[in-house]
């Protein structure tokens, strides 16, 4: 040690062996150096816990990438009115031919506004009594003989306004198209039960630049009867109805995320602004386990239920998540919920009337979500009341999308020239019209990559190391200089004292062997 703190390219080891210096100035040198190898063990601690932390960095990849490269959202469209008047007083005559007591029509079409208590409201009811009353009915008089339960998905389904009575007329990049069909719009579950669901099988994930859909007059257009001469039950207090933006493999639900939702008004002609930010994330970050990287790629999830077209969502998670919260605390499941993203649905009802009284104890925890818990003075009670869904991560490839409406008086008389349509019968139809386009011909298109790779760590360790004691290359070559040197050196040593000593047992042995007996004799 001696030689090598003399010899070695560090600054001020030599200090430490100068025979020059007197007791107390090699002191104060070993003290400087204990106080600098304290710092830099400081230093590096803090160092490498930065590089841990901050492992991965979400980068601006392309802030110009070309809008038809995204895919067009879904877009779901939802009337207020959940119940028509039209399927209420058919229900309701059906059920007053079956009762026994012989009740009016009245009564029933009364009792049928119990089923908007099934619905999200902000107003809450407290007539348990009257549902479970009615619900008991239901169950013993209006189930067939072939069915468990009561078919409360289908009795809601008959009775919400259908997509025909709703949607007059389509247009997508000034062609008009089909309404109806696989391309265009479809009955599809939402948060608000049964909704009209533009591209809900994701067709138009791929485009040209001819069909980008970007600007008012190139998206598409959807002619609407807003009418209120059906309404019953209205979900919202509002003179309108209800827009969904959201991915085509997301279920439509604003409580789980990244959904968008909007509340056009009626006798109004409504732009929807599209903006999208595509996210992306490295191959190599596969390398790392989800709870590191803080996401799941398309092929990973916690749920394998939650894949739809083998993309996973945070959104399909969280519902998954609550629905299994639902089944747990009430045994039923809500009837707008998709059973192909709950795990454990088969034999589990659908929530009815007599389980609105559970639904509403819990509908807070049920509508506040958290994926990840931070210990907040004040805020217990919160924890413990909201939903916990610490395995729903976000998706490591992502698109969200965002919106902007502005909204016109409608000129009916240029949208209504020349189309003919059953719902332009009633003289009381009210036209709206919406419109929903990409606002910009370009997209943000960001990248997850890592951040701290091994090289930087290198260069991060390596600068801290050569400031506190001038440590470099030639350092450690020196030291490895001298380790292999004095190991040579007494690696020879051994092996000649070993020589001496085996040549002088040989020696002693031979002469032993070869002296006279001395004799003595009397």
Known sequence: ????????????????????????????????????????????????????????????????????????????????NRISRKAAAKYALQLSRLDPANRSVEYFEKSILHFMGLYFQYERSDDFDAYGEFQKFLDHYATDNNETFYNILGVMKMLTPSCENLIINCMLGTKPIECFSKNAFQTQLTMYGPCCTFNANNVYSKRSYSTRYAGSNMGLIVILNTSQSDDTGSLLNMDGYAVLVHAPNKFPDTSSGGILEVFPSTNEESYLAVRARVTDSDPDLRTFTASHRKCYFDNESPYPQVLVNNRYSMQNCITSCRAKSVMALCNCIPFYMPLALIEGAKGIPFCTLSNIECIQQYRFKWRNVLTHRVEIMGLERE???????PACLPSCDDIRYSISMMSLPVDQFSFLGGVSAPQLKDSNTQISVLRVFFGDTTAQFYRRVLTNAWSKAFCTVGNIVSICMGFSLVAILEMLYFVLKNLFASLKTYVKKSTSRSKWRRVSRLSTANSKQLLICP
Request: hydrophobic content about 45%; glycine content about 2%; proline content about 5%.
């Open 383 to 389: 924890h413990e009341e909201a939903l916990f869904c």
């Open 1 to 80: 040690m001696t030689d090598l703190f003399r010899h070695i390219s560090l600054h001020g080891y030599d200090k430490l062996v100068d025979s020059g210096l007197l007791s107390y100035e090699r002191f104060f040198w070993f003290c400087l150096h204990a106080t600098i190898f304290v710092f830099m063990y400081i230093a590096l601690t803090f160092t490498w816990d930065q590089f841990v932390m901050q492992t991965f960095s979400i980068n601006l990849h392309n802030p110009l990438y070309p809008v038809e490269n995204v895919p067009f959202p879904a877009v779901s469209i939802c009337s207020n």
